[in-house]
């Protein structure tokens, strides 16, 4: 199977505490990746090195992208494996990609209805294009009601299309987290990152999550990168885990063989025992 990320000796320190050192995975195409460690051990700053909202002070993160979208945006790959190395390149240009991300506490416009933020936060060409449809053009119309149709495709899909045209802030925890995950299939993704998307969520809503990440995968032939604490998500959901701690590699393996690693155990001492 070809890869669709590969991050290769990332590390970055902040105020000469080493949060991510010398750290390398690899997420294979339609892959369901976990990256799991015990609190503080730098996953969301690995996910911050990808995403480039922080520079890292070191190694590369190849992202494998579409021939035709680096066409499109007359772009070339950065090796002869049609990658580009995400380091140095703007945040908000990484979207553009097929890279998109939820964070670990729900960024959404509460003022917005939960349409409108999957419209706004989805993507860069539809703000171009709202530029289009102030001057009233028909084919800029024609877009809207495309991008609509897809938003609401999006929402349906996460089950929360009935509140489609509600107000997102007054919305319980479990829908604005939905919310989240129906923006990033706006930007026809090939790798979702999601950091912690079963905190706060009842027993009930994390089974559901499971099969809903399932089916993302299914449907957008896209691969998930997970960050979570809720054991059973990640064991159930998990095609491959890589278990860091310290910001350091630990170990890499299937659910089975993770949860049978003693340097994992070692790890999660005195922090939890359902590993
Ligand atoms: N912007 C930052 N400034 C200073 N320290 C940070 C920053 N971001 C993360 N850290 C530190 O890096 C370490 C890893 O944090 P984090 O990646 O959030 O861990 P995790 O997501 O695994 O719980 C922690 O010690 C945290 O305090
Ligand atoms: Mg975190």
Same mark, same amino acid.
Request: net charge neutral; glycine share 20%; hydrophobic share 60%.
């Given at each position: 199977m070809s890869e669709v990320l590969r991050v290769e000796n990332l590390s970055i320190s902040f105020g000469g505490l080493a949060a991510v050192d010398d750290l390398s995975f690899s997420v294979s195409d339609q892959e369901i990746f976990g990256l799991i460690g015990p609190n503080g051990a730098g996953k969301t700053t690995v996910f911050n090195c990808i995403t480039q909202f922080y520079k890292p002070d070191k190694g590369s993160v190849w992202f494998t992208v579409d021939p035709e979208r680096l066409a499109a945006r007359r772009q070339k790959a950065d090796n002869a494996e049609g990658q580009i190395n995400l380091v140095g390149r703007p945040v908000h240009s990484i979207i553009n990609y097929g890279l998109v991300r939820t964070f670990q506490n729900v960024e959404i416009i509460g003022e917005l209805s939960l349409v409108d933020n999957v419209l706004i936060g989805g993507h860069v060409d539809f703000r171009a294009s709202m530029l289009s449809q102030m001057l009233r053009l028909p084919r800029a119309r024609a877009e809207e009601k495309a991008y609509r149709e897809k938003a609401m495709e999006a929402l349906d899909f996460l089950g929360i299309g009935h509140l489609a045209d509600q107000l997102a802030g007054g919305q319980p925890y479990g829908v604005r987290k939905r919310l989240e995950m129906a923006r990033t299939l706006m930007a026809e993704p090939k790798l979702i990152i999601l950091d912690e998307? /079963? /905190?706060?969520?009842n027993e009930s809503e994390t089974d559901g999550l499971a099969e809903t990440i399932r089916e993302i995968r299914r449907r957008y032939e896209c691969a998930i990168l997970l960050v979570e604490h809720d054991m059973g998500l990640v064991m159930s959901v998990c095609d491959r885990i890589c278990a860091i701690s310290f910001g350091k590699f630990l170990a890499m393996g299937t659910p089975a063989e993770i949860q049978q690693d003693p340097l994992v155990h070692e790890a999660y001492l005195g922090e939890r025992d359902d590993v």
């Open positions: 998307p /079963a /905190a706060g969520l």
